[in-house]
């Protein structure tokens, strides 16, 4: 499919308030747009917005969003503008930058990577891997990671990014007819409910626990990286920095397990860089972790994955059996029927508040894994495949 030869794209990047309020009032009147982004965010806590680039059926534009006085209020309309489906690949870091820079989610919206792995491409496809196999074309990687914080923008660079969106129109209308076709339409718009919620891009630091794959075992460690975590998350949008700029991952779970209350005994950290005790923000460490040590447990968020169900990795590997089969058999990624964490979940507790437990996950796959759970199905092999099998 050549999707250049039915779109007038300019390679003059767009950057003036008004030329940008033109091509948002044209594009208005489609029922659907493909959008992109280019940012920087390897230095900065915040993505920095530089290059927004948006398609019709009609045309494809490249907004330079460092331009000098350029208002992007006319792509925000657009953006929340709900008569004009917006659609991304792996839309949440596009939908964050937007979060970030005018406090609201595009809507409505629709994720091509997710309705691709409704519909069997496998887990996560990138996006040149699915333009290849919908439209044969092949895209040009390489200004994948450019910096586009740097001005003039090239030829190049601007052919890159309104590829970017131009076959995204072809993947869209592909995508969606064979959604249509085989009925699951509904499962991709359970998943856009949750790319559109404003609690996803919310980076409240309470919560930011949540994002360290540490583990900690003990009430008390976990109320030390709670309070650990937040003031990192607090010191690093602050000063605008990435979270690891300000403690790396793997120090605040030892700051956690070892518990320093002291400037002295957080010296002895051997995790710690070199003289960070002696910096401003070794004592706001130490405070953190004494407010998590006199934290009363009662408080803590309970830890599902640290109360195993007896037997329990037994069924979670009998549970992975029966996900590969089914995502097979359906032609559907696991990764969006199940994870592990559900796996996990499901093998302790028959009303996990998981997804895989709810609508049509539950219906493909829930039910049947409660079944297995509780031995009302087996697992057996039919010549050469994984079957289930009904017990009395």
């Known amino acids: 499919m050549a999707s250049d030869s039915v779109t007038t794209a300019s390679l003059q990047p767009i950057a003036t308030t008004s030329e940008l309020a033109d091509v948002c009032r044209r594009m208005a009147k489609f029922p659907f747009i493909t959008i992109d982004t280019e940012f920087l965010r390897e230095t ?101 990671f450019t910096d586009w914080t740097r001005r003039p923008l090239s030829e190049a660079q601007l052919r890159y990014a309104i590829s970017d969106v131009t076959h995204l129109r072809d993947v869209y209308t592909t995508l969606l007819e064979d959604l249509e076709r085989r009925g699951r339409a509904d499962w991709v718009e359970d998943e856009m409910r949750i790319l559109t919620s404003p609690e996803t891009y919310r980076m409240e630091p309470d919560n930011a626990w949540q994002r360290l794959k540490t583990r900690v075992r003990k009430p008390k460690e976990l109320a030390v990286l709670i309070e650990v975590a937040a003031w990192r998350e607090r010191e690093a949008q602050s000063r605008d920095v990435p979270r690891s700029r300000v403690l790396k991952d793997e120090v605040i779970g030892d700051i956690a397990v070892q518990g320093p209350t002291t400037i002295e005994k957080l010296k002895n950290l051997r995790s710690l860089p070199k003289g960070f005790e002696r910096s401003r923000w070794g004592e706001a460490i130490v405070a953190a972790v004494v407010r998590g040590l006199e934290r009363d447990t009662k408080t803590l968020p309970l830890q599902t994955r640290n109360q195993p169900a007896v037997n329990g990795a037994a069924v979670v590997e009998l549970l992975k059996v029966l996900l590969r089969m089914i995502s097979e058999r359906h032609h559907v990624a696991a990764k969006v029927i199940a994870t592990v964490d559900d796996l996990e979940r499901i093998a302790g507790d028959d009303e996990a508040d998981v997804p895989a437990l709810t609508g049509w996950r539950r219906e493909l796959f829930g039910e049947k894994a409660l079944a297995l759970k509780h031995g009302k199905l087996a697992l057996a092999i039919e010549k050469g495949r994984v079957a289930t099998v009904e017990r009395a």
């Open 44 to 144: 900065t806590y915040y993505p920095l917005l530089c290059v927004a680039q948006m398609a019709s059926p009609d045309e494809a534009v490249v907004v330079d969003a460092l331009a000098p006085g350029i208002d992007l209020a006319p792509f925000f309309a657009l953006m929340a503008d709900d008569k004009v489906m917006k659609v991304f690949h792996a839309a949440r870091q596009d939908i964050e930058i937007v979060w970030h820079a005018a406090e609201l989610i595009p809507h409505p919206i629709f994720d091509t990577q997710v309705a691709a792995m409704v519909l069997g491409y496998g887990d996560s496809i990138s996006y040149d891997q699915l333009v290849q196999r919908i439209t044969g074309d092949a895209l040009d990687k390489s200004h994948r």
